[in-house]
């Protein structure tokens, strides 16, 4: 088995607290009883991967950069965070939407 560095773990951490985050916010936005932690990190960590793949596709590109020292100073947040966070709950929702869709239309 191969011993996992620091900088990979820490990258699983950032992967995993985004994907919580992300899949968080946007069973909010559904106004779900939710499925838990484990549910919302499943739900964050495929929106962000579809939610990157979207905005590739469509090209777009959400700068923060001229609110960087803003963001930081109050929040202590990094802007590159933030866009990924972004990226994750617009694709979660996306995620949530077309399951929910699915899911009346097999119920039918």
Not at 19 to 33: D, Q
Not at 52 to 71: P, R, T
């Amino acid at each position: 088995m191969e011993n996992l560095g620091i900088d990979q773990l820490s990258q699983w951490i950032s992967i995993i607290l985004l994907g919580a985050a992300a899949g968080f916010i946007a069973r909010l936005f559904f106004g779900g009883g939710g499925s838990g932690l484990l549910g919302n990190i499943v739900v964050g960590v495929l929106g962000a991967i579809v939610g990157a793949f979207i905005f590739e596709k469509l090209n777009i590109n959400i700068d923060l950069s001229g609110m960087e020292n803003w963001i930081a100073e109050r929040f202590n947040i990094r802007v590159n965070f933030l866009n990924s966070l972004f990226q994750a709950v617009v694709g979660a929702l996306l995620l949530l939407g077309v399951m929910g869709f699915v899911g009346r239309r097999r119920g039918r």
